[in-house]
């Protein structure tokens, strides 16, 4: 068996879709797939693979597809736990001057939910005068 057949035939029983709850008690159900690259597996988590909104997250192994099933059952319950958004008087508002989410044509993704950049800034418009340190990161991280 060469090294392309080993790697389908482990593929055979792998999950196609996982579910994690949030930090409202809500289950998530996520689509799963699979990307071999020559020195490892990406593995990607999508919740609405149809749609804008939706949390989508990715992990990464150099040697396996359930290592990055691992990673990936690690990491998403514990960003799923944080709520970044609340809405007071029909506005959208941070709840700890904080967000993680994913940028998207036209927007952003925040506990996936998404929103258009311009109610993205009229959100921000609120904390005119402060500070802010915007960092950009991979998906896997």
Do not use: C
């Not at 392309?4 to 579910?19: A, H, I, L």
């Not at 949030?22 to 020195?39: C, I, M, Q, W, Y």
């Not at 506990?111 to 609120?126: A, K, P, R, S, V």
């Amino acid at each position: 068996m060469d090294k392309q057949e080993k790697r389908d035939s482990s593929m055979v029983n792998f999950p196609n879709s996982e579910e994690f709850i949030d930090f409202a008690g809500n289950k998530r159900r996520f689509t799963l797939s699979v990307s071999t690259e020559p020195h490892g597996f990406w593995l990607y988590a999508i919740e609405n693979p149809d749609s804008k909104g939706g949390y989508m997250f990715t992990a990464y192994s150099p040697v396996d597809p359930y290592q990055a099933l691992w990673r990936l059952r690690k990491k998403v319950p514990k960003l799923l736990s944080v709520r970044h958004l609340a809405e007071e008087n029909g506005k959208l508002t941070m709840t700890h001057d904080r967000l993680r989410g994913r940028v998207g044509y036209g927007g952003v993704s925040v506990d996936g939910q998404f929103i258009e950049f311009q109610d993205f800034l009229e959100m921000l418009q609120t904390y005119e005068g402060f500070q802010f340190d915007l960092r950009i990161r991979e998906s896997s991280e």
